[in-house]
């Protein structure tokens, strides 16, 4: 349930991010990329371990 809620919330907010700033390399930037990594790392690991 937390994966539903928290996933689209994450990936609209990088796309967001990413479609504002473009590919400027700067602090919010690298906060999306973290986010995107973060969620790929959460879930990755969440179905290694079901």
Known sequence: MFV???L???ILLC???LL?????LEPI???AIFLLI???IFLGIKDIFK
Request: charged share 5%; aromatic share 20%; net charge positive.
């Open 29 to 31: 930037l690298s906060f």
């Open 15 to 17: 796309g967001g991010i």
């Open 4 to 6: 539903l809620i928290f």
């Open 8 to 10: 689209p919330i994450t």
């Open 20 to 24: 504002y700033q473009g590919w400027r």
């Open 38 to 40: 973060s969620v790929s």
